[in-house]
């Protein structure tokens, strides 16, 4: 989030040491790479929510929960195990029965379970959107926390490459309506099929081969089981290396070449604007065809805000039968920070209680403005003097005194002249805007 001062990012151990006898006990502390929110920042937030859930109604998406933990294999099984998620980042456990769960550490994996094992392919092509938590086990940082959270869309059972333009176009709407699609853009490439895919791998570790004693330590771990990934190392010892390498183009099948030129087509259609992007990767092997992100410069090293691809072999490598499918995520933090704090919306009505003997014809006033879809917040301890002087401080577009005349309620309201006539209308108020 954006210089929070309401939202405090927790990166100090935990102390929750002894006590002395007799001594106030100590406050645990909040879990390193952990969020509190509170004010502008959780408004944020609430906005890149609702503007998500607003614009996949619009595309047609169901919602859908998704538990918070899984069965360890689930994402051993779809990130691959010798991939840094799965080997260093997830937060792992033995339940009671000696199970091996996880905490989540992305979506994708677990809707792609539940197509399976709830016999969602009854609604093949199944176009579901969520968000939530997702755990990481990696080092904090601007943007980046060990629980963070996620918009996800995702469309499994259907092949066409209107799909993914469709999705794309779905993200491109919602960084427009959020207002932070200046400065971001989206980057585009194809990882062809699988014929495409598994001869342009063939070539990078022919290619890398040749030059394996200058490459990074990392990209020689990778050359043999994750070649792709060299292509995207931010190494500048690789860098001589990647530039010159084989091309995704030069491997493409006449298939392939017609699916990324109708993606293209379909994008320009829709109004959504691409560039390329040749280096842009997936290392996992069920990925296929359109791969994508949208990125910016305004939050430093963490450029990307959204991103995702095709995976097509996914529900294989859980034990399901060949099923095409493509999605994306993006990050609820990254969007927060790009949309930047958002005030706290000022209620509809605030209610200075100025006797006590009212106190119950204001909640009765109160519940009846909630019902008629106004916003309402009371006043009413303190002082009677006192509360509509304190009513004023808070932000309101109308401020409603209640006081008891010969034992009726009388009101005495100030603000927004037709919102006054409603209130007027509602609570049957006497007394003067």
């Known amino acids: 989030m954006s210089a929070p001062t309401d939202t405090t990012p927790n990166d100090s151990p935990a102390s929750d040491g002894p006590q002395k006898d007799g001594a106030r006990p100590e406050t645990p502390q909040a879990i390193r790479g952990t969020q509190d929110i509170l004010g502008p920042d959780a408004e944020a937030f609430g906005f890149v929510v609702e503007t998500f859930a607003r614009i996949h109604r619009l595309y047609r998406f169901r919602?859908?929960?998704?538990?918070?933990?899984?069965?360890?294999?689930v994402f051993s099984r779809s990130l691959g195990e010798t991939t840094d998620v799965v080997s260093k980042e997830m937060y792992s456990f033995d339940d009671r029965g000696g199970e091996s769960l996880t905490l989540r550490p992305e979506f994708t994996a677990g809707i792609a379970r539940a197509y399976l094992t709830n016999g969602w392919q009854q609604h093949a092509p199944l176009r579901v959107a969520t968000h939530g938590p997702l755990f990481r086990y990696e080092r904090p940082q601007k943007g980046r926390y060990r629980q963070f959270h996620q918009l996800d869309a995702e469309v499994i059972g259907s092949g066409d490459p209107t799909v993914d333009v469709e999705l794309l176009a779905m993200a491109d709407h919602l960084l427009r309506d959020l207002g932070i699609a200046d400065g971001v853009t989206l980057q585009l490439n194809t990882l062809g099929d699988g014929a495409s895919r598994e001869a342009w791998r063939a070539a990078l570790v022919s290619y890398f081969r040749d030059h394996r004693g200058d490459l990074s330590e990392d990209s020689q771990d990778r050359l043999e089981r994750n070649p792709l990934r060299i292509l995207d190392s931010k190494d500048?010892?690789?860098?001589?290396?990647?530039?010159?390498?084989?091309?995704?183009?030069d491997f493409l099948t006449d298939e392939a070449q017609d699916f990324f030129g109708r993606v293209t087509a379909g994008l320009a259609a829709a109004g959504v604007a691409w560039v390329r992007a040749p280096a842009l990767v997936r290392g996992l092997d069920y990925y296929r065809h359109t791969a994508f992100e949208f990125v910016t410069d305004r939050l430093g090293a963490q450029g990307t805000v959204l991103g995702g691809g095709r995976y097509d072999g996914l529900i294989e490598a859980l034990g399901g039968p060949p099923?095409?499918?493509?999605?994306?995520?993006?990050?609820?933090?990254?969007?927060?920070?790009?949309?930047?704090?958002?005030?706290?919306p000022a209620a509809d009505v605030v209610i200075a209680v100025?006797?006590?003997?009212?106190?119950d014809a204001a909640m009765a006033a109160l519940a009846a403005l909630r019902h008629a879809g106004l916003s309402g917040e009371l006043v009413a301890t303190g002082s009677p003097r006192k509360r509509y002087d304190k009513a004023t401080k808070i932000p309101a577009k109308l401020l409603a005194g209640l006081s008891l005349a010969d034992g009726a309620p009388r009101w005495r309201l100030r603000g927004d002249t037709a919102l006054a006539a409603q209130v007027r209308t509602l609570l049957g108020a006497d007394g003067a805007a």
């Open 323 to 344: 099923t095409p499918a493509v999605g994306w995520a993006a990050g609820i933090e990254r969007l927060a920070m790009l949309v930047g704090q958002r005030d706290v």
């Open 63 to 73: 919602r859908v929960e998704m538990p918070v933990f899984e069965k360890t294999a």
């Open 354 to 359: 100025e006797d006590d003997a009212a106190i």
């Open 236 to 249: 500048p010892r690789d860098k001589p290396f990647t530039a010159a390498a084989p091309r995704i183009d």
